[in-house]
Nanobody
Framework: QVQLVESGGGSVQAGGTLRLSCAASGYTYRRYCLGWFRQAPGKDREGVATIDSAGMPTNYADSVKGRFTISQDHAKKILYLEMNSLKPDDTATYYC??????????????????????????WGQGTQVTVSS
């Protein structure tokens, strides 16, 4: 059973930086799609960034391209999300997730679209990010 635990959330002013971490345990030797998703109050959960556990490629939502970077430390089984130039619209609870690549890889990229949320079988508890103007 894969378990995911996020950390690194907090409150920052617009333009600031945060780095989220997601520690994974219970991994098998399977290949996974790993991703960060977020949900703001009153809104649906949306994809932020994903990466294949085997390495590249990465996949980003248009709203975060050029500002956020997803990466992983494969040996330590930690997934990261470096968030720069944060905006108030980035305020949300951020979740990391994992799904078997055979279910979650779409056209060579790990799925971001909310219609594929159900293919991510494992979710963390979430970490709050608040960006003030």
């Amino acid at each position: 059973q894969v378990q995911l635990v996020e950390s690194g959330g907090g409150s920052v002013q617009a333009g600031g930086t945060l780095r989220l971490s997601c520690a994974a345990s219970g991994y098998t030797y399977r290949r996974y799609c790993l991703g960060w998703f977020r949900q703001a109050p009153g809104k649906d959960r949306e994809g932020v960034a994903t990466i294949d556990s085997a390495g590249m490629p990465t996949n980003y939502a248009d709203s975060v391209k050029g500002r956020f970077t997803i990466s992983q430390d494969h040996a330590k089984k930690i997934l990261y999300l470096e968030m720069n130039s944060l905006k108030p619209d980035d305020t949300a609870t951020y979740y990391c997730a994992a799904g078997l690549v055979q279910e979650t890889l779409i056209n060579g990229l790990c799925a971001l679209d909310p219609s594929y949320l159900s293919t991510y079988n494992y979710w963390g508890q979430g970490t709050q990010v608040t960006v003030s103007s």
